[in-house]
């Protein structure tokens, strides 16, 4: 069953359609999603430390010409799961009964860090929905060992870094995702990292960052097949997610596209939302211009089915 939230009211904007939010019912777990703007659709998943609200600075962008989902995964506030700690395996399939229920047939899907399991999950299911695919600070459930041309030296280097600098940062109560930089230079911007992140707060995210571990078994060429248009975002002082590995993926699928992003830790899209939404909007602009391709979702100058009901 699905339930609008009249509890979230819609606000309007000179520039977007009026914000709506709801509560859709899936085998397991409530997903709470919100949808905002016109035009062609982009869904966007967060990342371990997020939620539907991370996307703040993406929605108001994208809005003025497209349509904007946004969602929080199964587990993290304000959507729930029944019982226990999440199964990230379920991540693609909650995305396609998403996607369902608002009528979208086709959409680029942003995927940060975490949520980038979702979007490759659902691209290799779905390849025929997926307009574009864009992988920020992850590479999903690509396996890097399966990664050709990747640098077993800089990955190893990487992790020897990464794990001391990670350490530095609990000892200065940094938050791993958001980095030393965005702690030093944007403090404010850290401390609503910290604050979204916690909203979250009694979930087993540990067990939610095995369970990831272990769906990292996934082929490069398996994604290159899909034939989906791909851009990878990766931000050069990441810690958590090897730039290397996505260098590596790049090279590995025809055509993908690689912005790396200097200055710029595991969030860019957070961190550096002016320079992201650039990349973003170049991207889909190149691909929404291909002869190849057809209608995302709601047309521009529409908006997107009203939510079907689902059991």
């Not at 009026?18 to 062609?40: D, I, N, Q, S, T």
């Not at 929605?59 to 199964?74: D, E, G, L, W, Y």
């Not at 938050?175 to 009694?202: C, K, N, T, V």
């Not at 209608?295 to 009203?306: L, V």
Request: glycine share 8%; hydrophobic share 40%.
């Amino acid at each position: 069953m699905a339930v609008d939230d009249a509890s979230v009211p819609a606000v309007a904007s000179a520039r977007t359609d009026a914000r709506r939010a709801g509560l859709l019912r899936v085998e397991g777990a409530h997903l709470h999603y919100e949808v905002c703007g016109r035009g062609p659709a982009i869904a966007f998943a967060h990342g371990l430390g997020g939620s539907q609200m991370s996307w703040w600075q993406q929605v108001s962008h994208f809005a003025r010409t497209h349509t904007c989902i946004t969602f929080a995964h199964r587990g993290f506030a304000p959507s729930a799961v029944d019982a226990g700690a999440p199964d990230p395996a379920r991540y693609a399939d909650d995305l396609r009964s998403l996607l369902d229920h608002l009528g979208i047939e086709r959409a680029h899907l942003v995927g940060q860090s975490m949520g980038g399991w979702t979007v490759v999950e659902f691209c290799l299911r779905h390849p025929q929905r997926v307009a574009s695919l864009v992988l920020s600070a992850t590479t999903g459930s690509i396996d890097h060992a399966r990664i050709p041309g990747a640098d077993r030296r800089a990955l190893a280097e990487w992790r020897a870094r990464s794990t001391q600098a990670a350490a530095q940062c609990r000892a200065a109560a940094v938050h791993p995702a958001a980095g030393p930089r965005m702690a030093r230079e944007q403090p404010a911007l850290h401390l609503l990292y910290q604050h979204i992140d916690e909203l979250s707060r009694g979930l087993d995210k540990e067990t939610v960052r095995s369970r990831l571990q272990a769906m990292r078994v996934r082929a490069p060429e398996g994604l290159a097949a899909t034939g989906v248009a791909l851009l990878l975002v990766s931000p050069q002082e990441d810690i958590v997610i090897p730039p290397p590995a996505l260098q590596a993926l790049a090279g590995a699928v025809p055509g993908a596209r690689l912005v790396q992003l200097p200055e710029t830790g595991h969030s860019p899209y957070f961190e550096r939302a002016e320079t992201f939404n650039r990349c973003l909007d170049d991207f889909f602009r190149s691909v929404e211009r291909d002869p190849r391709h057809t209608t995302i979702g709601a047309s521009a100058g529409t908006t997107p089915s009203q939510p079907r009901s689902a059991s």
